[in-house]
Every structure is written in structure tokens, then in C-alpha cells.
């Protein structure tokens, strides 16, 4: 059974930075597809980036120009880099792993707070 354990989260100002983590451990982490969600209080999980296997990035359009996702896929880590972040951004994160054949696999999750 693999495990993937998120860090990095915590209590920010309004226009700070926060940069998320997801290590990996018991999977083959180079074929996933790799995914942050959110679920901020009281309401759905949404996505908020992904990276594919080969890189392809893609992310939900409030995030665009503040959030980078990156994978190391040596170190089987996948980050967030969250800059100009915003209330709104407050909310547990989540990292997924996801492929067609294999499934999904999450996080426990890990609380990011924007409040000043």
C-alpha cells in the first residue's frame, strides 16, 4: 500500500507565498498523473492544478500567474508553489495521484490559512 504524505501548509498573510509538498512513497510515481485539489470550508474538492506524466501542466483560473505545480519525479515529490495568495485560497489541499488503470490515491491533506 502506497503513501502519500502532503507538508508545507500553514497560517499566511494576504500576498504571501506557501510552497505545498507531496512525497510519495509505494508507487511507481513517473506513469501518475499528479493533481492538487482544495476544498475550502463548506464547500466541494475542486482542482486546482495538474501535471501529466511527460509535464503538462494545467490549472483552475484563479490560480493562474500565482500557482506553479512541479514534479521531481527522481525524488518522487510533486509541489505548489502558491505566491500573491489570496483568502480565498483557504482551504485543505489535497495531492492525488490518478491513472486509468490504476486509480486514484490521496493525501491526507494539509490546512492552508490566508488571513491577516
Known amino acids: 500500500q502506497g503513501q502519500l504524505v502532503e507538508s508545507g501548509g500553514g497560517l499566511v498573510q494576504p500576498g504571501g507565498s506557501l510552497r505545498l509538498s507531496c512525497a510519495a512513497s509505494g508507487y511507481v510515481f513517473s506513469i501518475f498523473a499528479v493533481g492538487w485539489y482544495r476544498q475550502p470550508p463548506g464547500k466541494e474538492r475542486e482542482l486546482v492544478a495538474s501535471v501529466t506524466p511527460d509535464g503538462g501542466t494545467n490549472y483552475e483560473d484563479s490560480v493562474k500567474g500565482r500557482f506553479t505545480i512541479s514534479r521531481d519525479n527522481a525524488k518522487n515529490t510533486v509541489y505548489l508553489q502558491m505566491n500573491s495568495l489570496k483568502p480565498e485560497d483557504t482551504a485543505v489541499y489535497y495531492c492525488?495521484?490518478?491513472?486509468?488503470?490504476?486509480?486514484?490515491?490521496w493525501g491526507q491533506g494539509t490546512q492552508v490559512t490566508v488571513s491577516s
Open positions: 492525488n495521484l490518478k491513472d486509468a488503470i490504476l486509480g486514484d490515491f
